[in-house]
């Protein structure tokens, strides 16, 4: 695979509980932050909902039975360039990808669409037909990556807060 005409070795692995750790402190704040820009949740409160989201989904931390938080890594040197969380929905042969993200300082170097190529290519064996997500809606480097990659968009989501 070529990221910005340069041939690139992307690798998915499962995270090893030791990373669990890490990835839990990006993802609070990340979540966090999101919460606060679509929502107009107090910083307090949206740093309870993330933590709370991540917990609820994780309790005991990276097990064997739940090797769907992944690290993506560059090829032969195995440098950690971003996480990925996926859930497969096997009663619709679905995948839904609950988290994308691609370190700050690996950005803008098509990473990010070679990563989600080798999502493909790794679900193309477990006979899964779909990759579904939601994208906050400020998140336009975001919606341009996925529709870079050929998604669609299938829907919006909008709430409204009650005072």
């Known amino acids: 695979m070529r990221a910005k005409g340069v041939k690139v070795e992307i690798r998915l692995r499962p995270m090893i509980a030791s990373e669990f750790s890490a990835y839990q402190g990006y993802f609070v704040q990340d979540y966090a932050q999101e919460i ?3 929502y107009g949740h107090s910083n307090l409160v949206a740093i309870k909902m993330a933590k709370a989201a991540i917990e609820a989904s994780f309790p005991e931390g990276i097990t064997e039975e739940n090797e769907e938080l992944l690290c993506i890594e560059l090829g032969e040197s195995n440098q950690l360039v971003g996480y990925l ?12 990808i609950s988290d994308f993200y691609i370190l700050p300082e690996q950005r803008s170097k098509g990473l990010g669409k070679l990563a989600l190529k080798a999502l493909e290519d790794a679900l193309k064996p477990l006979e899964i037909g779909q990759i579904k997500l939601r994208v906050a809606y400020q998140n336009k480097r975001a919606a341009d990556l996925y529709q870079a990659a050929g998604y669609t968009i299938t829907g919006i989501n909008m709430s409204k807060l009650l005072n």
């Open 36 to 38: 606060m820009d679509n």
């Open 85 to 96: 969380w996926r859930m497969i929905n096997p009663e619709d042969n679905s995948c839904f």
